[in-house]
Structures are given as structure tokens and as C-alpha cells.
Nanobody, 120 residues
Framework: QVQLVESGGGLVQAGGSLRLSCTAS????????MGWYRQTPGKQREWVTS???????NYADSVKGRFTISRDNAKNTVYLEMNSLKPEDTAVYYC??????????????WGQGTQVTVSS
């Protein structure tokens, strides 16, 4: 079985920083793209950022210039560095990964989510 476990969420003041981590474990053959999503009550889950296996990245306009996604392929881990945090960044953050668990077959996996709260 494959699972993604997140860590690093918490409470931070506006303008502060947090770093989230998400590590995949289990019977992993390889990992393709990884990314981060977030969700607040009353809103649908929104895409925040993603990173390809080779390191190419994309960001939502709302976080561009403030958030940085990175990955350590040897550790099956993706990170989200969040700087200049705003109250509107408050959400449950979920990591995701497209993982190959057997040759030529991949499946999308999701972490359990970690709460990020930014106070004003």
C-alpha cells in the first residue's frame, strides 16, 4: 500500500513563513508529478502548485512569488515553502502525487491534509 503523510502545518502570523513536507511510502516504483492543493470551508479544493519529476514547476497566481515547491526524489518527498503568508492562505493543505506502483500503471494519491492558519 502507498500512503502520503504531511507535516509542517500550524499557526503563523501574517507575513510569516511555514514549510510543509509530504512523504510518500510503500510499494513505490516511481513518482511522476507531485503537487499541493488547499481547501477552506465553503470552497472547493483549489490547486496551488505542482512540480514534475524533472523539477519543472507551476504556481497559482495567488501564491506566485510567495510559495516555492520542491522535491527530493531520493526521499519521495515534496515540500512547500510558504513565505509572506496572508490570512487568505488559511486552509487545509493537501499534497498529491501520481505514483507508479507497478510497471506502466500510475495512480493519484492524496495526503490526509494539514491545517495552516494565518492570523491577522
Amino acid at each position: 500500500q502507498v500512503q502520503l503523510v504531511e507535516s509542517g502545518g500550524g499557526l503563523v502570523q501574517a507575513g510569516g513563513s511555514l514549510r510543509l513536507s509530504c512523504t510518500a511510502s510503500g510499494s513505490i516504483f516511481s513518482i511522476n508529478a507531485m503537487g499541493w492543493y488547499r481547501q477552506t470551508p465553503g470552497k472547493q479544493r483549489e490547486w496551488v502548485t505542482s512540480i514534475e519529476s524533472g523539477g519543472n514547476t507551476n504556481y497559482a497566481d495567488s501564491v506566485k512569488g510567495r510559495f516555492t515547491i520542491s522535491r527530493d526524489n531520493a526521499k519521495n518527498t515534496v515540500y512547500l515553502e510558504m513565505n509572506s503568508l496572508k490570512p487568505e492562505d488559511t486552509a487545509v493543505y493537501y499534497c498529491s502525487a501520481n505514483i507508479v506502483v507497478q510497471p506502466w500503471r500510475s495512480t493519484d494519491y492524496w495526503g490526509q491534509g494539514t491545517q495552516v492558519t494565518v492570523s491577522s
